[in-house]
């Protein structure tokens, strides 16, 4: 996964940490080695793996973590749901203290640093339970998209909100110039013709989970599977796409289980 460092003339911009405790500090180094103050970390949304690391990316600097309220509600309300899930997968590499967002922004507001101005689009529910992209100058050729795209990787749609995130397709792919540059959480950078195959990605995976035959859930799981590698002959980021079938499949109302 991608975080991004911003440097300016006098000064370095953090886009989201990483989930990982030694990634995020691998991160850090990075604004290190530029030799710049840290100014302020930006959220993309509120998935753990933007913010699990932000303890060690701001390593004690007193710099404002900016996000839309909505998105620091949801890290605040499901961070506790988070640690029960990724304790048991990453060890002490999911960090035992975690950090926060801490300085709200609406929507369309913009923050500069230097000769670096950077204005945030409230999303609202989309990829996450509350998602921000961030665009990079006035021209808008270049955005720190978040999840909105993923570059050919794997999915993760258990969040329930694909009908929101595909109408937040059509308003971004509106929005942005042909030539935009995409920095994404996963893979990338990639560009505005990757919209159609996002899309595709999120049909493919509803049908999938529509048609299979959840009177046995354990096929109803491998055959979604097998049809999604169809689609994308790849395990990067399988798991997450694993992780999504079944709450799906709930929301859909094709079982009784719920998500
Ligand atoms: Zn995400």
């Not at 060690?56 to 605040?76: F, K, Y």
């Not at 500069?112 to 665009?135: N, R, Y």
């Not at 509106?174 to 030539?179: E, I, L, Q, T, Y």
Request: aromatic share 8%; charged share 25%.
């Amino acid at each position: 996964m991608n975080a991004y460092l911003v440097e300016t003339e006098a000064s370095v911009v953090a886009v989201d940490s990483l989930l990982t405790v030694s990634a995020s500090r691998a991160l850090r180094a990075g604004v290190d080695q530029l030799g710049k103050p840290l100014r302020a970390v930006l959220l993309t949304h509120a998935h753990p793996d933007h913010y699990g690391g932000l303890r060690e990316l701001v390593a004690g600097d007193d710099v404002p973590i900016i996000a839309p309220q909505g998105v620091i509600d949801v890290i605040v309300r499901d961070d506790p749901a988070k640690e029960e899930i990724l304790r048991p997968m990453f060890g002490d590499e999911w960090a035992t203290k975690r950090m926060f967002p801490n300085t709200p922004i609406a929507d369309g507001e913009s923050v500069s640093f230097d000769d670096a101005t950077l204005t945030v689009i409230d999303l609202g529910l989309s990829e996450s339970p509350h998602d921000s992209p961030w665009v990079l100058g006035a021209d808008e050729q270049v955005v720190f998209l978040g999840d909105q795209i993923y570059d050919h990787k794997h999915c993760f749609l258990a969040d329930g909100f694909h009908e929101q995130w595909l109408r937040n397709i059509e308003i971004l792919r509106d929005r942005f110039p042909s030539d935009v540059v995409f920095h994404v959480g996963h893979g990338g950078p990639v560009g505005a013709s990757d919209w159609d195959w996002q899309r595709q990605y999120i049909e493919t995976f509803l049908g999938a989970v529509r048609t299979a035959d959840w009177g046995a859930p354990d096929r109803a799981h491998t055959a979604v599977v097998a049809e999604m590698k169809r689609f994308l002959p790849t395990e990067e980021l399988q798991f997450l796409m694993e992780l999504s079938i079944e709450p799906v499949a709930a929301q859909l109302g094709l079982t009784s289980a719920a998500a």
